[in-house]
Nanobody, 126 residues
């Protein structure tokens, strides 16, 4: 069964850091693109960052550019999202999604993605 599992969320103070993981099982990530989204209470899901496992190209939303870094560890079939200088507005449930095209774009059409994880909660608060 193909699935994605996120981990690494938690409670952190403003200015702190967290590293999220997105681990795949049942399929090999190396031809896919992996995408991170987040959803704050009462708000729509928004794209955060993505990476092509085919060529390593990446994309970041303006809200996280310069603070977040996405990377992959193909041997572990895992993608990481390093989040630094966290702000209260970064709070939300973070999801990863996979698409077989390998194209690192963030689309709001959630049905475009092949697989979704269950999400991990990130809370930035003092």
């Amino acid at each position: 069964q193909m699935q994605l599992v996120e981990s690494g969320g938690g409670l952190v103070q403003p200015g702190g850091s967290l590293r999220l993981s997105c681990a795949a099982s049942g399929f090999t990530m190396d031809s896919y693109s992996i995408h991170w989204f987040r959803q704050a209470p009462g708000k729509e899901r928004e794209g955060v960052s993505c990476i092509s496992l085919r060529d390593g190209s990446t994309y970041y939303a303006d809200a996280v550019k310069g603070r977040f870094h996405i990377s992959s560890y193909n041997a572990k079939n895992t993608v990481y999202l390093q989040m630094n200088s966290l702000k209260p507005e970064d709070t939300g449930v973070y999801y990863c999604a996979a698409h077989s095209s390998g194209v690192p774009v963030l689309t709001d059409d959630t049905t475009w993605y092949d697989y979704w994880g269950q999400g991990t909660q990130v809370t930035v608060s003092s």
